[in-house]
């Protein structure tokens, strides 16, 4: 595992030199790549109506049922499906334009962010570099890599949101075809979406854990944009393995770093950001020099070239031999 502390403090040696530099860097990635999140919400409505049994609990009756069909029929109703149906195709065009955006900007922005903490430490603070990801002969293949990537994530996330659904669609049909006491009807709702609920926050764990197991791709393709998909997210967990917990603990680290941004007013996440990013490259610094060690790097690289190379630069926080490398093209420029 690497030393979190260590990457830490490189990270902030590295920020003395260039700190309001990394932060319009991360704040126009912030800016232009976006946080992208989803959730869902699900919400119950009730009615109520004279029909109580002698113990005082309510009963559906016939009655009930006929005059929700009646109402269903309605032109209201009609009216409100309408507007919701509208509402949704809304909704579902946004979702594509930001899929579409995140997949043929967003990530290409995501790249180039830590392009540029990965750089920084060679001496080289450039902002276009920030956009290093839309070159021609880069983009299309990071572009690429990073859609099989989510593609993967979305994957290993669908057994969770099953779960998830087919505990909704239970609850809702035990509504639908219930006509006895309402106790009753609760009982069985709790016993169909509880465990539903607890079956897809377990699932959920398999998400995390491939997430942290492709963390490590953005910097790969960055490197090594020559690689495939495939070889990116397999050397990505090959580097990885071993390293899952700890980087869990380095990102658990920040948390009250980003409550002190957020409580001043969430303006001040932004100033941690360069901090999170520049400490993150060292992490993916000490852990490619491992990979160099016991030679998973180079048994995917196979004597292909790294697009930015290390060759005869002090490079923090380590100096691989130059058996460890393979061949290296285009060093920075002093």
Known sequence: MFNRAFCKDKAKAELRQSYWLSLLVAFLGALLGGQNSSGFTFGSSSSSSNSYSSAGRYSFTDYDVNTLKEYFNSPEWQEILA???????????????????????????????RTFFIRAPYGEHKIETLFSSFK???????????????????????????????????????????????????????????PATLV???????????????????????????????????????????????????????????????????????????????????????????????????????????DYGILGQPTPPYVPEPSQIYYVQNPPQQ
């Open 83 to 113: 507007i919701a149906g509208f509402i949704i195709a809304i909704v579902v065009f946004i979702l594509i334009v930001a899929a579409c955006y995140k997949i043929f900007v967003g990530n290409p922005i995501y790249v180039g962010l």
């Open 136 to 194: 021609k002969g880069r983009y299309g293949k990071i572009t690429k890599t990073m859609f099989v990537k989510d593609l993967y994530l979305f994957l290993w996330g669908l057994p969770s949101f099953a779960a998830l659904l087919a505990g909704t669609i239970g609850c809702i049909y035990i509504i639908a075809s219930s006509t006895g006491y309402v106790d009753d009807v609760g009982i069985r709702l709790f016993a169909v979406f509880i």
């Open 200 to 306: 897809s926050i377990a699932l959920s764990f398999i998400v995390t854990v491939k997430n942290y197991s492709y963390r490590l791709v953005p910097y790969i393709i960055s490197e090594c944009p020559h690689l495939s998909a495939n070889e990116a997210i397999t050397l990505s967990r090959k580097m990885m393995n071993g390293n899952k917990w700890a980087m869990f603990v380095f990102d658990l680290s920040f948390i009250g770093w980003y409550l002190l941004g957020f409580i001043a007013c969430g303006i001040g996440i932004l100033f941690v950001h360069p901090y999170y990013y520049a400490a993150e490259a060292q992490v993916y610094f000490e852990i490619r020099q491992r990979s160099f060690e016991n030679g998973s790097l180079n048994e995917t690289l196979q004597g292909r070239p790294m």
